[in-house]
């Protein structure tokens, strides 16, 4: 199968899959999404829901959170894992939003990155989820499929975005960032991945290596 064709496969199964997916973190702000995002680093979606659910009725906007302070943060966020430095994060993102744009999360990529804090993948989620803006931001488990499916070669985060940029069309990048990722979580993780029960087996070339070992 070219490469053209195995691109449309994946596109049109995950697409099948995972119709009109939905972020899931949950928010009620951009800049809820935006903490949100810096708290599920190395935690999952359903543990910062958790605590977001607690933090965000207590301290619902920029100003209230800044208000809390670093270490009274701490305790609403400790159960998310790195909370010490998430903290000081959010804290430090906090105090420049207010200061550079007045509350107001940016729209643009190239702002969003020089807020403290904040990195690519963090900025991509947010431009994409919030904004609607294309964007395909790549974290452990769109780097893993991609590696397994063969569409990458490449070894960080931005290579293996731009390589899925250039292989996908740009009005999908936003769901496929999604759709990627549940598909990982509910059909491929990173350990004990069910190659037999994939809809994308067709065209991965690990998962038929995975199989053929299982058969000797």
């Known amino acids: 199968m070219k490469k053209k064709d195995k691109v449309m496969f994946i596109d049109a199964q995950l697409n099948r899959l995972y119709p009109e997916p939905e972020p899931p973190l949950h928010f009620d702000s951009v800049y809820q999404l935006l903490v949100a995002v810096i708290l599920s680093a190395q935690c999952t979606d359903e543990r910062v829901n958790i605590v977001t659910k607690d933090l965000f009725a207590d301290a619902s906007g920029p100003h209230e959170i800044l208000a809390l302070g670093e270490e009274k943060l701490k305790g609403y966020i400790r159960t998310c894992g790195l909370f010490n430095s998430k903290a000081k994060n959010i804290i430090k993102m906090t105090a420049d939003l207010l200061e550079h744009h007045d509350g107001e999360v940016p729209r643009e990529f190239d702002e969003l990155v020089k807020l403290a804090g904040v990195g690519n993948k963090t900025a991509g989620v947010v431009v994409a989820q919030a904004f609607g803006t294309p964007a395909f931001p790549v974290d452990t ?41 549940f598909h990982g979580r509910q059909v491929c993780p990173a350990r004990k991945p069910r190659c037999g029960e994939c809809e994308l087996l067709e065209v991965c070339p690990e998962g038929k290596r995975s199989l053929k070992r299982l058969d000797k």
Do not use: V
């Open 141 to 181: 488990h769109i780097e893993r499929l991609a590696h397994r499916l063969g569409l990458t070669k490449a070894k960080t985060a931005d290579k293996i975005s731009a390589d899925l940029k250039k292989l996908f069309p740009i009005e999908r990048w936003a769901d496929l960032h999604l759709q990627i990722i």
